[in-house]
């Protein structure tokens, strides 16, 4: 099984240009080595009524990640501080600084 990627800009192009080709689903994932339902969901999502346009799915993807909130990432260190702490009766408020 193909694990999950995300598309990339060339692979936008060449999912269109495939696509345009008549290829079907299973052979455009074999050739862009991607799981079939990325495909499957790309094609559906259909940008324009002129079916899937690699342009304007890159344009949506940039505006899709911009407005996309990104989690800190704990260290174990972090982690093993907030348990302690926890443990000590400590609130939420005294172990963030807030």
Same mark, same amino acid.
């Given at each position: 099984?193909? @694990?999950?990627? &995300?598309?990339? /800009? +060339? %692979?936008?192009?060449?999912?269109?240009?495939?696509?345009?080709?008549?290829?079907?689903? #299973?052979? =455009?994932?074999? &050739? %862009?080595?991607?799981? &079939?339902? #990325?495909?499957?969901?790309?094609?559906?999502? @259909? =940008? $324009?009524?002129?079916?899937? !346009?690699? *342009? &304007?799915?890159?344009?949506?993807? =940039?505006?899709? !990640?911009? !407005?996309?909130?990104?989690? +800190?990432?704990? *260290? +174990? $260190? $972090?982690?093993?501080?907030? #348990?302690?702490?926890?443990? /000590? @009766?400590?609130? %939420? /408020?005294? =172990? #963030?600084? $807030?």
């Amino acid at each position: 099984m193909i @694990k999950h990627k &995300q598309l990339t /800009e +060339p %692979l936008r192009y060449q999912l269109y240009a495939l696509n345009k080709s008549t290829m079907s689903q #299973t052979k =455009i994932t074999k &050739q %862009l080595g991607v799981h &079939q339902s #990325t495909i499957s969901r790309k094609l559906k999502r @259909k =940008i $324009d009524k002129r079916g899937y !346009r690699a *342009i &304007q799915a890159n344009n949506n993807a =940039i505006k899709r !990640r911009a !407005r996309a909130v990104s989690c +800190p990432v704990m *260290i +174990p $260190d $972090d982690i093993e501080c907030i #348990t302690v702490k926890h443990k /000590e @009766k400590w609130r %939420l /408020e005294q =172990i #963030t600084g $807030d």
